[in-house]
């Protein structure tokens, strides 16, 4: 296939992630697996790919001041350490079998954001809010790991969460994520590379998705920056709602 539909698609996926902080795996996962390319080839490809996508998202969230640099030493190492361990793990085992489990939590939290982004709640109670200090760890390492072998994950798993059981801003939730996503994607492409010899990377793909990434990360950051925290909770949530209901109805 022509390395300019790779460049269209990570562009399409960059803004939906970019803005929304979730999506950019999704999206090129699923072209790749409808090409016929196994769990653990897309994936590769997809986080070599997210090196550049998720290192220039993140520069464009934290230039415009959607960065919580607290949240984001809290959620990327422990993500790093995840996203490593699931490459590694899909390398020899496909999980997509786990993939039901996890739609059908990542529908119950969408449920939950539209009714938060819906039902006004006073800005200094979150709806489930978790107060354990290791809850963030907890969470970037299992985003990271579902990342990884899922071949994408890390916004779907850390944002709605982020947004569901918190009160930090919208927007500085989003642009958290992307940045932390930077760390997840250079450890799991370094846990996939490590396994080289089992894959045939398609390199023109993979620099068709970064290129697109690349592209307009600059205007998803500032979209998110933009989007009023009520508007932007109802698009991600129902965006949540429909891509996992999809999934566990297709399955």
Same mark, same amino acid.
């Given at each position: 296939?022509?390395?300019?539909?790779?460049?269209?698609?990570?562009?399409?996926?960059?803004?939906?992630?970019?803005?929304?902080?979730?999506?950019?795996? =999704?999206?090129?996962?699923?072209?790749? *697996?409808?090409?016929?390319?196994?769990?653990?080839?897309?994936?590769?490809?997809?986080? =070599?790919?997210?090196?550049?996508?998720?290192?220039?998202?993140?520069?464009?969230?934290?230039?415009?001041?959607?960065?919580?640099?607290?949240?984001?030493?809290?959620?990327?190492?422990?993500?790093?350490?995840?996203?490593?361990?699931?490459?590694?793990?899909?390398?020899?085992?496909?999980?997509?079998?786990?993939?039901?489990?996890?739609?059908? =939590?990542?529908?119950?939290?969408?449920?939950?954001? *539209?009714?938060?982004?819906?039902?006004?709640?006073?800005?200094?109670?979150?709806?489930?809010?978790?107060?354990?200090?290791?809850?963030?760890?907890?969470?970037?390492?299992?985003?990271?790991?579902?990342?990884?072998?899922?071949?994408?994950?890390?916004?779907?798993?850390?944002?709605?969460?982020?947004?569901?059981?918190?009160?930090?801003?919208?927007?500085?939730?989003?642009?958290?994520?992307?940045?932390?996503?930077?760390?997840?994607? *250079?450890?799991?492409?370094?846990?996939?590379?490590?396994?080289?010899?089992?894959?045939?990377?398609?390199?023109?793909?993979?620099?068709?998705?970064? =290129?697109?990434?690349?592209?307009?990360?600059?205007?998803?950051?500032? *979209?998110?920056?933009?989007?009023?925290?009520?508007?932007?909770?109802?698009?991600?949530?129902?965006?949540?709602?429909?891509?996992?209901?999809?999934?566990?109805?297709?399955?």
């Amino acid at each position: 296939m022509n390395w300019l539909v790779f460049v269209l698609v990570g562009s399409i996926a960059q803004l939906i992630d970019g803005s929304m902080g979730m999506g950019f795996g =999704l999206t090129s996962t699923t072209l790749l *697996l409808s090409l016929g390319a196994t769990a653990a080839l897309s994936s590769t490809m997809v986080h =070599l790919a997210e090196i550049g996508t998720t290192l220039a998202s993140g520069a464009s969230h934290w230039k415009v001041g959607n960065v919580d640099k607290v949240v984001l030493k809290k959620l990327a190492i422990p993500g790093g350490t995840g996203a490593f361990a699931g490459a590694t793990f899909l390398s020899f085992i496909d999980l997509s079998a786990a993939k039901i489990f996890i739609s059908t =939590l990542l529908l119950f939290l969408g449920g939950l954001l *539209l009714f938060r982004s819906i039902v006004k709640v006073p800005s200094q109670i979150a709806i489930a809010e978790v107060k354990n200090p290791r809850f963030m760890s907890y969470l970037g390492f299992t985003g990271g790991f579902v990342d990884a072998s899922g071949g994408g994950g890390w916004g779907p798993v850390v944002t709605p969460t982020l947004l569901a059981s918190s009160v930090i801003e919208p927007k500085k939730i989003i642009g958290t994520v992307s940045m932390a996503e930077f760390i997840v994607a *250079l450890s799991a492409s370094a846990g996939f590379l490590a396994n080289i010899s089992r894959l045939n990377i398609d390199w023109a793909a993979v620099g068709g998705l970064a =290129l697109g990434g690349i592209v307009t990360a600059p205007f998803a950051a500032l *979209l998110a920056g933009k989007l009023s925290a009520k508007v932007l909770g109802i698009f991600v949530s129902i965006t949540i709602i429909v891509i996992n209901g999809s999934r566990i109805i297709l399955a």
